[in-house]
Nanobody, 124 residues
Framework: QVHLRESGGGSVESGGSLRLSCSTS????????LGWWRQAQGGEREGVAT???????TYTDFVKGRFTVAQDNAKTTLYLQMNSLQPNDTATYYC??????????????????WGPGAQVTVTS
């Protein structure tokens, strides 16, 4: 069973930075797919960024150039570095994982496991 848990959320002023971390357990597959999703209050869940087993990353245009997704060397922790944060980035951010050879932020089917979420609030 795969267990995920986010940390590093909080409140930051516009233009500031936060780094989210996602600890994983019992996850090791040659076709793994990892990603970050977010859901604003009253909004739909949307893909933010993904990284696959080859280290290939994808980003939604709303965060491209500001956010960076990465893994540690042991591949036990997933990160989301968020820079130049804006109020419309305010949302609950979820770490997600799954298995699939096609791993993209616009393709939700591979994601089977989810963390409980971390709140990110960006003030004006």
């Amino acid at each position: 069973q795969v267990h995920l848990r986010e940390s590093g959320g909080g409140s930051v002023e516009s233009g500031g930075s936060l780094r989210l971390s996602c600890s994983t357990s019992n996850y090791n597959h040659e076709f793994y797919c990892l990603g970050w999703w977010r859901q604003a209050q009253g909004g739909e869940r949307e893909g933010v960024a993904t990284i696959d087993h080859n280290g290939v990353t994808t980003y939604t245009d709303f965060v491209k150039g500001r956010f960076t997704v990465a893994q540690d060397n042991a591949k036990t922790t997933l990160y989301l570095q968020m820079n130049s944060l804006q109020p419309n980035d305010t949302a609950t951010y979820y770490c997600a994982s799954g298995v699939g050879n096609y791993c993209r932020y616009w393709y939700p089917l591979p994601f089977s496991w989810w963390g409980p979420g971390a709140q990110v609030t960006v003030t004006s």
